[in-house]
Each structure stands twice: as structure tokens, then as C-alpha cells.
């Protein structure tokens, strides 16, 4: 399955806004996806994932409470839904399959930037 960020822009500090990961070519059912972030000073993070199956999401400490995931497999897209943003929420989000500790081919992510 090849999957595609998109939804990244300018945002004020506080702000919200909705990451949207399109998958082809398969769709997700018995895959987990996940969202990372990587910023040039920093490694690849992980972000959030969820099941195909929904029901089972997973966190950042740094994004609880403030990030939610969630999957809609009628549409083969999973969302992030990113509210009281911070400047260091200011990275480079993608969306990717995770299969254990594995991760499959980066895509191209989207850029968020928060501006304080």
C-alpha cells in the first residue's frame, strides 16, 4: 500500500488543523499506521497510530490529549486531527504502515508550521 500525506500548512500557535494519509494501491485492512514528524534538528518521531480495525490508537507523550487519530476505511484515509498547537509541533508530518518494529517506504510528508 502507498500512502500519501497531505493537509500541512501555517497555523497560529493554539491553532488546529487536519492531516489527511490517502492510501493506493491497497487499503488498510490488517495494517497499523502510524504518524511521525521529523524536524532537522531532530530524528524521526513517532507521533500516533491506529488499527485498520479502529478501537486501538496509540500516542506521543508530547501529543496526548492534544492529537487524535482515527481511520476511515470506507474513504481508505486516516486522519490526524491536531488542535492547541505548539511551535514545536513545527515539522514535517508523515504518515506511514508500522508492522512490528518496522516501518514501510517513506512517502512524501506534509510541512506544519506553527507560528507563536
Known amino acids: 500500500v502507498q500512502l500519501q500525506a497531505s493537509g500541512g500548512g501555517l497555523v497560529q500557535a493554539g491553532g488546529s488543523l487536519r492531516l489527511s494519509c490517502a492510501a493506493s494501491?491497497?487499503?488498510?485492512?490488517?495494517?497499523?499506521i502510524g504518524w511521525f514528524r521529523q524536524t532537522p534538528k531532530k530524528e524521526r518521531e513517532f507521533v500516533a497510530g491506529t488499527k485498520w480495525s479502529a478501537g486501538t490508537t496509540y500516542y506521543a507523550d508530547s501529543v496526548k490529549g492534544r492529537f487524535t487519530i482515527s481511520i476511515d476505511n470506507a474513504r481508505n484515509v486516516v486522519y490526524l486531527q491536531m488542535n492547541s498547537l505548539k511551535p514545536e509541533d513545527t515539522a514535517i508530518y508523515y504518515c506511514?504502515?508500522?508492522?512490528?518494529?518496522?516501518?514501510?517506504?517513506w512517502g512524501q510528508g506534509t510541512l506544519v508550521t506553527v507560528s507563536s
Open positions: 506511514n504502515t508500522i508492522t512490528g518494529m518496522s516501518v514501510g517506504s
Open positions: 494501491g491497497d487499503t488498510f485492512r490488517g495494517y497499523t
